[in-house]
């Protein structure tokens, strides 16, 4: 298995220190996933049957030494949706990041437009990493497939055209 990742950012904060700062996180995050170990644990529990929690917790001590916390809550008290919370977030300077993991349905639910969603209308995060499965079988009886990877980067690249901005001013999606 191959760990793909792909960067979008708006362009008045493609030379910002804020942006440079997160590039730095995706990277070292990025680096953590190519591991060989890190692999074969991801690819232990990206099989049908198993949950995106799973996947997070391949990467839950790696993002906390980040410093990164898992499950944070009141990011979303200035919206209707109080009870929403990323899997991990992390706060820097005036704004953060959020990590949302998927794996099942990224995109038969559209979970990758709600975590989208989700960090645009959070008042403290203007950085989004998706980690999404680069090819996932559903089922071990039909055997088929979808490529959730290529789905969101096909979603996504639309919401960074200046006409289409949103307060998601950067997105990494890392392919499992």
Not at 57 to 71: A, S
Not at 76 to 105: A, C, H, M, Q
Request: proline share 4%; aromatic share 14%.
């Amino acid at each position: 298995m191959t760990i793909n990742k792909k960067i979008y950012i708006q362009k008045q904060f493609e030379d910002s220190e804020e942006w440079s700062f997160v590039l730095e996180i995706a990277n070292d995050l990025f680096d953590y996933l190519s591991i060989p170990e890190v692999i074969q644990k991801i690819n232990a529990v990206n099989i049908p049957g198993r949950s995106s929690i799973e996947i997070q917790d391949v990467l839950l001590k790696k993002v906390k030494e980040i410093g990164f916390k898992d499950e944070s809550e009141n990011l979303f008290k200035n919206s209707p949706n109080k009870r929403l919370r990323p899997d991990f977030y992390l706060p820097f300077k005036n704004t953060g990041i959020i990590i949302e993991v998927e794996r099942g349905k990224t995109n038969i639910n559209n979970m990758d437009f709600l975590d989208f969603w989700k960090c645009h209308i959070c008042d403290v995060a203007h950085y989004l990493f998706l980690i999404v499965p680069n090819e996932l079988v559903q089922n071990d009886t039909t055997g088929s497939r979808s490529y959730p990877y290529k789905t969101v980067n096909s979603h996504m690249s639309s919401f960074f055209e200046e006409k289409n901005y949103t307060n998601v001013r950067g997105l990494v999606v890392f392919g499992y």
